[in-house]
């Protein structure tokens, strides 16, 4: 039976996402995390293209997606479930990393049959403090419109984030057209919406997603720890827990050959697994 996706719509309307498609054959769906975008997943997503159609995705409000004041997991999901019945798409796996983790999540406990296997990177089904207020206040000081490089943009945001790594990081947001510079990241809608993005929806209580699924957490992070675990296995019974050695938050950054071996790996073995009834 065709799922029924009208009975998930918000009060907020799916937006148009930016998506590339890799590959060809079962359908691997791939979301970032915050002030990210699809295309930080572009290595990944070509090493997986041989033996599976792998599309990554920008959020709303990120990359080259639309924009849109609500930034609800539900919202997002919407997305996300919109693009996949536009695609005819069947027994997806998705892949999702921090803030695409609880989208991920969010929409594999809403439409469990949706889904073949969900892989979740560094992220769990709670509420976290917020960790890019520091580097989102940073973005949003600078008058972009007046800078003439990216140099002058780094110059500007390195005394309030010293790191270099990061600052590369958010600077891929920073793009340039025959107008200037902008940011591609919605910023006034990512501050808006802050405490529904550090917590976890409260309309999912009590649900379960009962497919296999796959949680890696870096080592040098906290965002995946022992006290995490309960509610991870609450949502995800059959879910593993797998922790990747001298990686922080960016996981598939920081160990880009061991992360996508667990990807390879879970996928192989969830693909010739009997289906599990949702």
Known sequence: MKPDYRRHVTNSMPVKLNY???????????????????????????????????????????????????MTYEAMADDVEHLIESLCLKETVMIGHSLGGKVAMTSALRVPGLFSA??????????????????????????????????????????????AELRRFLLRNLAHDEKGFHWRVNLASIKANREFINGFPRSLAGRKYPGPALFLAGVRSEAINQGSHPAIHRYFPAATIASIENAGHWLHVDQPAVVLEKIRVFIAKTLSAPRVNS
């Open 20 to 70: 590339t498609i890799f590959g060809d054959g079962q359908p691997v769906i791939i979301l970032h995390g915050l002030l990210g975008s699809s295309g930080n997943w572009t290595p990944i997503a070509k090493k997986l293209a041989p033996a599976y159609q792998v599309i990554t995705v920008d959020l709303r409000n990120h990359g080259d997606s639309e924009h849109n004041e609500t």
């Open 118 to 163: 969900l892989i979740v990177l560094d992220i769990a089904p709670i509420r976290y403090r917020h960790q890019f207020d520091v580097p989102i206040d940073a973005m949003g000081a600078i008058d972009v419109e007046t800078i003439t490089s990216r140099r002058e943009a780094d110059q500007k945001l390195a005394p309030a984030i010293p790191d």
